[in-house]
């Protein structure tokens, strides 16, 4: 049984519109809520990150939101640009230190110039 | 050379080799972890290392042995491996957490892409 789950396979956004990529989950014992983006041929890297007590963290243009009681998070690009196309996972961590990550399948986000 | 490299970044195998994946960080970090990605699935924690010793084991096949000599190196032995074990096997590290430090973020290698004929 996933406790992660990306719905949404794939999603693909105008360039300078704003991209809204899922992410809900089961276990409300989770106390940090990460995304990562990955290119082709290279490995995930660490994008943004929220932590269990708050509901909003803006980072340029990468906004994520916590909504602890519908178990959901959300990343937001705004403007989307070409070069955002990616594979983007969220990932959850916790309860504790030296929790583990759960991913999820991950969204294939492509931004049309 | 800066972040985490593995090598081979491909890899085609029978059955009846036995090979192994090299992960290497250059950041200093006190935990590795392997990772295994297979098509339409999330990422799988296969093994954990902080400071060298084995705190996770998620339940991994015997034909895959990892080992970690150092805090800087990292390596997956394969032994006897199955077509379903093709894969990307990721490497990550990261400097760990206290409940205190914030997210745990790890740096991942680019991966090592393993085809088991």
């Known amino acids: 049984d996933q406790q992660v789950k990306q719905n949404s396979p794939s999603l693909s956004v105008q360039e300078g519109r704003i991209s809204i990529l899922n992410c809900d989950y089961t276990?409300?014992?989770?106390?940090?809520f990460l995304w990562y983006k990955k290119y082709p041929a290279e490995g995930p890297t660490f994008l943004i990150s929220?932590?269990?007590?708050?509901d909003k963290n803006e980072d340029g243009r990468f906004t994520v939101f916590l909504n602890k009681s519908a178990k959901h998070l959300s990343l937001h690009i705004v403007p989307s640009q070409p070069g955002d196309s990616a594979v983007y996972f969220c990932?959850?961590?916790?309860?504790?230190?030296?929790?583990?990550?759960?991913f999820g399948k991950g969204i294939t986000l492509s931004v049309r110039p | 050379e800066t972040g985490v490299t593995q090598t081979p970044r491909h890899l085609v195998m029978g059955m009846t080799n036995k090979k192994s994946l090299k992960c290497e960080q250059h950041?200093?970090?006190?935990?590795m972890y392997w990772y295994k990605q297979s098509a339409k699935k999330p990422l799988e924690l296969m093994f954990v290392?902080?400071?060298?010793?084995?705190?996770e084991n998620n339940s991994v096949p015997s034909r895959f042995s990892p080992e970690c000599p150092n805090s800087s190196h990292l390596f997956l032995h394969l032994h006897t491996l199955q077509p379903e074990d093709s894969a990307l096997y990721l490497c990550?590290?990261?400097?760990?957490?206290?409940?205190?430090?914030?997210?745990?973020?790890?740096?991942f290698g680019a991966g090592s892409r393993l085809t088991v004929l």
């Open positions: 290392y902080s400071l060298e010793e084995r705190v």
């Open positions: 950041l200093g970090h006190n935990a």
């Open positions: 990932a959850l961590e916790g309860p504790g230190a030296n929790s583990k990550l759960t």
């Open positions: 276990n409300s014992m989770f106390d940090y």
């Open positions: 990550a590290s990261s400097q760990g957490r206290t409940t205190f430090s914030g997210a745990n973020v790890l740096t």
């Open positions: 929220i932590s269990s007590i708050k």
